[in-house]
């Protein structure tokens, strides 16, 4: 691949799995240096960014950094050293009815999966600013363009985190710096994987059968995407090609939000 990021230093929030790796092997692999992050401190955490910087001959860091925490977004941002691309990635979910829906789940998913976004743009933007070159790459999801019962502070944060994406596109438009949201429908992720023998179990089904008529249902595909298109994607936000692509939604969701 050649090297078109070179040069930029991306910063990646939840990346020690899943998507959020995904994304750094794909902007590695570009040439961008990158930063893992997350809220443990743990050896492997460490070793993950050296694997990956070695393998695509890019200087890799780890940085230890809680997203539930408005302070902690910014030092992320400050250790880095500031950032050229910055990618809004951590995550996390719980499922409950919205009248039994414990408020220290609802007060964690908005704070790690939308104000998190919100500390990390204000810390990176002076930088970005200064160097008249910015992509912001927030990851969203399908539940922030339309809604699923149970999910009410997902649902609420994932829209919250593409209204931010467009708000700051208008204040930044015309200075180099673009910021968007991917929309992945179901990505094939560790998590997503572990999932499916226990439903295999309980619908007494097949792999296959269990993904395609269970977990992929509203999925029009009947196929997971995989945490390289979200990666690929995001290369994709950062190339010259998509300089004027901003305050803008791309779905990888296999037709769901077209039903
Ligand atoms: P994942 O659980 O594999 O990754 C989540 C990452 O966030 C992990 O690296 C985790 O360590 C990190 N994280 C969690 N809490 C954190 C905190 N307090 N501080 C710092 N990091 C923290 O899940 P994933 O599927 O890779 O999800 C990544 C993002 O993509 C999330 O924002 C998720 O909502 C979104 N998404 C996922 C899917 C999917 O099907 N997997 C679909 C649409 C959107």
């Known amino acids: 691949m050649t090297k078109t990021l070179a040069g930029k230093r991306a910063v990646i929030t939840g990346s020690n799995s899943g998507i959020g790796l995904g994304v750094a092997e794909a902007l590695a692999a570009a040439g961008a240096e990158v930063v893992l992050n997350s809220f443990t401190d743990r050896p492997e955490d460490h070793a993950l960014a ?5 393998r695509h001959g890019v200087v890799a860091r780890y940085i230890t950094a809680d997203m539930s925490k408005g302070a902690d977004c910014r030092a992320l941002i400050e250790k880095a050293g500031g950032c050229d691309i910055l990618v809004n990635n951590a995550g996390i979910q719980f499922v409950a009815p919205v009248d039994e829906f414990p408020v220290e789940k609802w007060d964690a998913i908005l704070a790690i999966n939308l104000t998190s976004a919100f500390h990390t743009t204000a810390a990176a933007l002076p ?3 200064a160097k008249g070159w910015g992509r912001i790459v927030n990851l969203a ?4 363009l339309t809604a699923s019962p149970y999910k009410s502070a997902y649902v609420a944060a994932k829209h919250g985190v593409v209204g931010l994406s467009k708000t700051v596109a208008l ?6 710096i673009t910021c968007n949201a991917i929309c992945p429908g179901y990505v094939l992720t560790p998590l997503v994987e572990a999932q499916i023998p226990d439903q295999m179990k309980a619908h007494k ?12 249902l509203r999925q029009p595909s009947r196929q997971f995407a995989t945490v390289e298109q979200v990666g690929g994607t995001a290369v994709y936000l950062c190339s010259p090609a ?4 901003t305050g803008t ?5 296999g037709g769901w939000t077209a039903l």
């Open 171 to 176: 204040e930044v438009a015309g200075q180099g």
């Open 242 to 245: 998509a300089d004027q692509v």
């Open 249 to 253: 939604t791309i779905s990888i969701d």
């Open 50 to 54: 050296k694997d990956l910087g070695e």
């Open 205 to 216: 089904m097949d792999r296959e059968t269990v993904i395609r008529e269970v977990m992929l």
């Open 141 to 144: 999801s399908a539940h922030g």
């Open 127 to 129: 930088g970005m600013k």
